[in-house]
């Protein structure tokens, strides 16, 4: 598993900002995929998952009803769609890939491959 974030930039709050994560193994799947962020001086946070299937997702309460999860299997390709961003959304922003059970999905433990980060900056 090899994960590849990228779409990260700056954004004006209540825009719009597409991420997308690519796999490049052969496995993709079989993992169930996660979006987690870390904003400087803070710990790394769960933001988003969903199951290896896409039939299954979850979110932090921030962000429900403005950030969607969603992947294309054919594409080994995870995407969070960043809709009315605000300020407080301003981290790096992470993917991760960990076994397709759904168990501990907003668990940062459970995962066992992480991408490389991709910063979102969010102005008011």
């Known amino acids: 598993v090899q994960l590849q974030a990228s779409g990260g930039g700056s954004v004006q709050a209540g825009g719009s900002l597409p991420l997308s994560c690519a796999d490049s193994g052969r496995a993709f799947g079989t993992w169930d995929m996660g979006w987690f962020r870390q904003a400087p001086g803070k710990e790394r946070e769960f933001v988003a998952g969903i199951s290896w299937s896409g039939s299954r997702t979850s979110y932090i309460a921030s962000v429900k009803g403005r950030f969607t999860i969603s992947r294309d299997n054919a594409k080994n390709t995870v995407y969070l769609q960043m809709n009315s961003p605000k300020p407080e959304d301003t981290a790096v922003y992470y993917c991760?890939?960990?076994?397709?059970?759904?168990?501990?999905?907003?668990?940062?433990?459970?995962?066992?491959?992480w991408g490389q980060g991709t910063q979102v900056t969010v102005s008011s």
């Open positions: 991760a890939a960990k076994r397709g059970d759904f168990y501990g999905i907003g668990w940062r433990s459970e995962y066992h491959y």
